[in-house]
């Protein structure tokens, strides 16, 4: 590992918030400045002129931008597009721009696979009726079987709409593998 104390400092511009943790890790190898441009714009605009990386998003990083920052080596968004910044002109100036675009991949794809359970399962219908679970749901009826400690509503097939830790819990398990 390099020893940092004979490195020159970088200085940074973070331009929106970061944990804590990864903040003070920051300024413990460089000089860090934290400025929002929408809430300090004077304090950004100064912090540009010396700043060798900056750190953020949300904010449209432009040519005039760039211009104000003329040591600028390095932007690290903390985003997944990189919709925010010109990308002919920063590779022209040699900046490099780092992104995490796998960042919510596996969260998407959840939320994705949860939607369309919920709608096959007909989840929020079921959650709607409450406890009166014999009550016929756009024209379809519900069977409110008693298993376990609570209600499960079923679907046409006779599926229950829940499932436990045992055979349900490893159907839902083999469902998951599927997407």
Known sequence: ??????????????????????????????NVTVADPRKEPEAFAAALRT????????????????????QLEVISSVSVGVDNYPLAELHRRGIVLCHTPDV????????????????????????????DLDRPVAGRHCDAGRQGAGPQARDEGGRA?????????EGRGRGARLR
Request: net charge positive; hydrophobic share 40%; glycine share 10%.
């Open 1 to 30: 590992m390099a020893n940092t104390s004979n490195m020159q400092k970088k200085n940074i511009l973070v331009f929106r918030p970061l944990p804590e943790d990864q903040l003070a890790r920051l300024q413990a190898a460089h």
């Open 51 to 70: 700043a060798h990386g900056l750190i953020g998003s949300s904010h449209t990083v432009d040519a005039a931008l760039l211009d104000a920052a003329p």
């Open 104 to 131: 919510l991949t596996e969260t998407v794809a959840d939320t994705v696979f949860a939607i369309l359970m919920a709608t096959q399962r007909r989840v929020v219908e079921g959650h709607r009726r409450g406890p």
């Open 161 to 169: 709409a829940g499932g436990g830790h045992g055979r349900s819990g």
